[in-house]
């Protein structure tokens, strides 16, 4: 691929494919909270492990397939990036993926959306302890301004104020939830760094989706919860969605991104999926959105610009 003389992509060499691709994690990625919603709601709702542990099952074996296809052989692999596919998938998928799911039982799914576009943030303040440096001030600017602006989402709920947008009684256990969601995905995207020079991401994804999807199954089956009545159709629908757009798709797509994009073009999808989340929330379920907490989101990706401007 051709670059400019700054070691970028040339916006020339870059196929029409790869927007196509970028557009895709705009959609698919911001209108998964949504689908979660879907699943896990109505007579028909089934539980957070048995969703979560049926997706990765589902997501795994479709992403196995794939990548058996494409490089048409099983790779050699060491402890060492058996135990970093672990330890990232339990991270992003049981700890980042599974609690933000676990918390959408008592929030509207644009909450849980707006409170995740925080995740550049979690891994830039993870990254700077785990370097033991002191960020620059525009850096600093950009991280104080983001946490003030995920009060200003969560300031609604934690008051009372919008009793429709968490259901009474759990905010502040909500609340806790998304946070330590976003700093779980944020913790596993560190971790998992080694493994994209060691192996093909897309057999990275299906060893992290299997480690998640064993231990979700060990969770469903503690809980000894009955399975759920037959499901909707729009039920099926949106665990279609999440299997093969969410999770396959999805995953793909961003491999794709990666390798054609700058990695601040590939990170813009921190800006769009909230407000992709948000008003599929608005239109589909007339979910209601805080003033505030809109304002909030605001401030957010405005953080978000100053972080990645300045990286």
């Known amino acids: 691929m051709a670059s400019n003389a700054a070691g970028r992509p040339d916006a020339a060499a870059i196929p029409l494919s790869a927007?196509?691709?970028?557009?895709?994690?705009?959609?698919?990625?911001?209108a998964s909270y949504l689908a979660v919603k879907i699943c896990i709601s109505g007579p028909a709702a089934i539980t957070v492990p048995q969703l979560q542990s049926t997706r990765m099952w589902?997501?795994?074996?479709?992403?196995?397939?794939?990548?058996?296809?494409?490089?048409r052989r099983v790779p050699r692999l060491t402890w060492r990036d058996l135990g970093l596919c672990a330890a990232s998938g339990v991270l992003m998928w049981v700890g980042g993926n599974g609690l933000a799911t676990l918390a959408s039982r008592h929030a509207t799914s644009s909450f849980i959306v707006m409170a995740m576009g925080a995740i550049p943030l979690w891994s830039c303040l993870i990254e700077l302890i785990i370097a033991r440096t002191l960020p620059a001030r525009q850096v600093m600017l950009g991280l104080a301004l983001g946490l003030a602006g995920l009060f200003?989402?969560?300031?609604?709920?934690?008051?009372?104020?919008?009793?429709?947008?968490?259901?009474?009684?759990?905010?502040?256990?909500?609340?806790?939830?998304?946070?330590?969601?976003?700093?779980?995905w944020s913790l596993g995207t560190i971790v998992q760094r080694p493994l994209m020079k060691s192996m093909r991401p897309e057999w990275a994804a299906t060893l992290q989706l299997l480690a998640a999807a064993l231990v979700l199954s060990v969770i469903a089956a503690g809980e000894h919860a009955p399975l759920p009545g037959a499901p909707s159709l729009s039920q099926w629908l949106a665990f279609g969605f999440l299997i093969v757009f969410a999770s396959v798709i999805g995953l793909t797509?961003?491999?794709?991104?990666?390798a054609a994009f700058s990695p601040v073009i590939a990170s813009t999808f921190a800006y769009v999926n909230p407000i992709v989340g948000v008003l599929l929330g608005w239109i589909l379920l007339g979910e209601e959105i805080a003033p505030v907490s809109l304002a909030g989101l605001a401030v957010v990706l405005a953080s978000i610009a100053i972080v990645l401007r300045r990286r």
Not at 19 to 30: D, K, M, N, R, S
Not at 58 to 71: K, M, W
């Open 19 to 30: 927007y196509g691709h970028l557009l895709t994690i705009y959609l698919v990625w911001g």
């Open 58 to 71: 589902g997501a795994a074996l479709l992403i196995g397939l794939v990548a058996l296809v494409r490089s």
């Open 152 to 184: 200003l989402v969560v300031a609604p709920t934690l008051l009372g104020t919008h009793a429709t947008i968490i259901e009474p009684g759990y905010a502040g256990f909500t609340v806790l939830l998304v946070v330590g969601a976003g700093l779980s």
């Open 253 to 258: 797509s961003y491999i794709r991104v990666i």
